[in-house]
Every structure is written in C-alpha cells, then in structure tokens.
C-alpha cells in the first residue's frame, strides 16, 4: 500500500471519529449552555445541576443514535480490515 492509501485510511478514521463523537458533544454543549444561562438567570450555583442534565442528554442520544452509530462503526470497521488485507498482497 502506498502513502496515499494509508493517508486515505488516517483520513476516514478521523472522520469516522467526528461523525460519531459530534452528536454527543454537540447535544452536551447545547444543553450545558442551556443550565447556565438558567443558572445566570436564577442565581443557583449547584454542581449536580450542570452534570445531570448532560448526563440523561447524552443518554437519550446514545439510545436514538446508537444504532446509526453502531452500524456506521460496524461498516468502517470492514472497509478497514479490507484495506489492511490488500496490504500484504
């Protein structure tokens, strides 16, 4: 395999990682910034109010996600063992 195609696989890899990584952190900083403008608003300094909310967010992505993750995960994770296996030949 030459560098292009090595690179190719590096390139898919970060962009697997971003796809997957994405949604979740995209719904805990939705959500973190949604507390503290309530915690601006009403003057409430508690720590468990921040962590919660993100917590049972990210949870119901992972369950409405998970599937599309999973299947997403499943089919780079052939493409790459194909790939390592025109390697050796």
């Given amino acids: ?7 190719a696989i590096a390139q898919h890899a970060v962009m697997m990682m971003v796809m997957l990584a994405g949604p979740l952190l995209l719904v805990s900083l939705v ?4 507390v503290s ?3 601006a608003v ?3 300094n508690e720590m468990t109010l921040t962590f919660v909310p993100k917590v049972v ?3 119901v992505v992972l369950l409405l996600m998970g599937p599309w993750m ?4 499943l089919g780079y994770t052939a493409s790459t063992f194909t790939s390592i296996a025109q390697i050796g030949h």
């Fill in 70 to 73: 999973l299947q997403m995960l």
């Fill in 37 to 39: 403008v309530f915690q």
């Fill in 31 to 34: 959500v973190g910034l949604l």
């Fill in 57 to 59: 967010a990210i949870f």
């Fill in 42 to 44: 009403t003057q409430i």
């Fill in 1 to 7: 395999m030459t560098e292009a195609g090595i690179l």
